[in-house]
């Protein structure tokens, strides 16, 4: 006898399980259906993002900053310390702890919210003879389940090399870089978009020798230039290597090491030695197991989900939200995707403005950004103004003894209306929220410039950049 439920939703990670709950709060009866076993066959839900991604990733970033500060910067501040020490498996079991304490409070929530939640592989049977679709679940839970509505939130994998699968103890996607059981002391990376610069950051930290070979020959491409440059630099001064305009060869790995042959930025070959490798070069749509085929769901050329701009897939009734569609590869993004999809489902007006999705890069200085680069604006020929503030000029910032980089706001020239905010620097992951409420808002940089900041806070350098705009900042 198959379980009949108004919306079941098909994987837990943020886009998946923020659906489930938010159709449950609309009154719908709601099933969440997912995978993901923890170490010991449990079920972990919340996805890449709380298992291999956002969650585990910032554990570690705070533990190796800790560590790097501790070592660096500790004694500035007149705090002596003899004999600091790193233990990676302590490190790592407190990285494994809040990645559990966010399964849970997932496990909790769907409770809460009266969520039916299922362990297990769900596929398309096919559809089902009253409306809606026939889902198998296979795995802890045994079922076949109907649902009226059907979201699919099936996220993304690690892309691999050609011919260089991941092991994940010599060649590892994000999943192994998690869990290296001791600091390599030489480690390469390939890619060096987020989790390049992440992972690399963390590992760097903790002492290993990073080297991070890039395709392109420009560093993070996608952030505003002026930015890009300023963490480069940072990232430079740090010891991070970073090598762009490379052509990846041949890798070889045994369990002594990894070799990667490549053409450097001017062809020459060259041969980088490492401990491990980690392979960073994006993520691939996952539909592994769906049986999409079942009930003719369209895929992409890429395996991604065909979707419109309201996540409706190709079928009636089967929507699809966050990695496995369209769009940046965020959590954000992914949950924003879920509230809307419940809420059209409800026939509501759910809505994702994707102007004001907010990145983040969870490097020290932090990047983080809003908008349209400055490239972006030349590249349309849009008029507009520009503002700069360097955190070197903040109170805040020099008490904290973090004064790399800056923020900076680009501006409509005639309307003065917000169209990107930049920011390299301490917190800027925090300091984004500021500019990304302007802007769902609407605001002119004068709006944000003329709004009482608190002293001292890194909060006041976007008011000054944002002075800046009309070149009147009073702290520079
Ligand atoms: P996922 O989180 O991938 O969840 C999909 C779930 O569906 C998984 O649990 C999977 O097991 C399950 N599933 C798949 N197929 C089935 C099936 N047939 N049946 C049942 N279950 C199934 N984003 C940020 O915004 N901020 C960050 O700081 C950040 N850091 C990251 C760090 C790393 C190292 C990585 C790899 C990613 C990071 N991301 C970050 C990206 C973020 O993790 C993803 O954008 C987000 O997880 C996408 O959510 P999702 O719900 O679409 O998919
Ligand atoms: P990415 O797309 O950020 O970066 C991949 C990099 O690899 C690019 O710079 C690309 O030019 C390079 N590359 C591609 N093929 C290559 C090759 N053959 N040789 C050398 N370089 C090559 O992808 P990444 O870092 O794997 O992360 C995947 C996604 O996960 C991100 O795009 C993001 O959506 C998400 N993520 C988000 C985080 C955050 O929000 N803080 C943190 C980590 C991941």
Redo the contacts with the bound molecule.
Sequence with gaps: MSKQFDVVV???????YIAAIRAAQLGFAVAC????KNDKGGPA??????????IP??ALLQSSEHYEHAGKHFAEHGIGLEKLSIDVKKMLARKDTVVKQNNDGILYLFKKNKVAFFH????FVKAAEGGGYEIAVAGAANETLVGKQVVV????N?RALPGVPFDEEMILS?DG??RIAGVPKKLGLIGSG??GL??GSVWRRLGAEVTVLEALPTFLGAVDEQIAKEAQKAFVKQGLKIELGVKVGEIKSDKKGVSVAYADAKGAAQTLAVDKLIVSIG?VA?T???NAEAVGLTLDERGAIVVDAECRTNLPGVWA????VRGP??????EEEGVAVAERIAGQHGHVDFNTIPW?I?TSPEIAWVGETEQQLKARGAAYKAGTFPFMANGRARALGDTTGMVKFLADAKTDEILGVHIVGPLASELIAEAVVAMSFRASSEDIARICHAHPSLSEATKEAALAVDKRTLNF
């Design positions: 098909i994987g837990g990670g943020p886009g998946g259906i997912d995978e993901w839900p919340g996805g890449t993002c709380t298992n291999v991604g956002c990733s910032k297990g592989r769900g596929s939130a099936t996220g993304s690690a994000n870089a998690l987020v989790i992440e992972m993520r996952n592994t197991g769906l939200v966050g990695d496995v590869m965020l959590a954000h993004k992914a983040v969870y």
